[in-house]
């Protein structure tokens, strides 16, 4: 029989010595494996957002791809460059 500090460890006292041990490292396993999965990810959002297409590309492009014709490019164009419209 083995003696741990003057008191008889046996039966559940090894258990939970031993139960405790197997705990601890595999908390420290999972520590290590979760900070290295953290260290290895790639960022989702590494650059600064972009930023926001004007209103004259997007018309350029909707030209471009036949969505609206010559007449209306230029008559939308000449409305955004004419400012916000005012209620009277």
Not at 4 to 20: I, K, R
Request: hydrophobic fraction near 45%.
């Amino acid at each position: 029989m083995m003696f741990w500090y003057d008191h008889d460890v046996s039966g559940w006292g090894w258990f939970a010595m031993s139960a405790s041990m197997i705990l601890f490292w595999a908390l420290i396993i999972t520590a290590v494996v979760l900070l290295i999965r953290a260290l290895n990810t790639p960022h989702e959002q590494t650059h600064a957002p972009a930023a926001p297409t004007p209103p004259e590309d997007i018309l350029r492009e909707r030209l471009a791809r036949g969505e609206i014709d010559e007449e209306e490019y230029r008559r939308r164009l000449t409305a955004l460059h004419a400012g916000p419209l005012t209620k009277p």
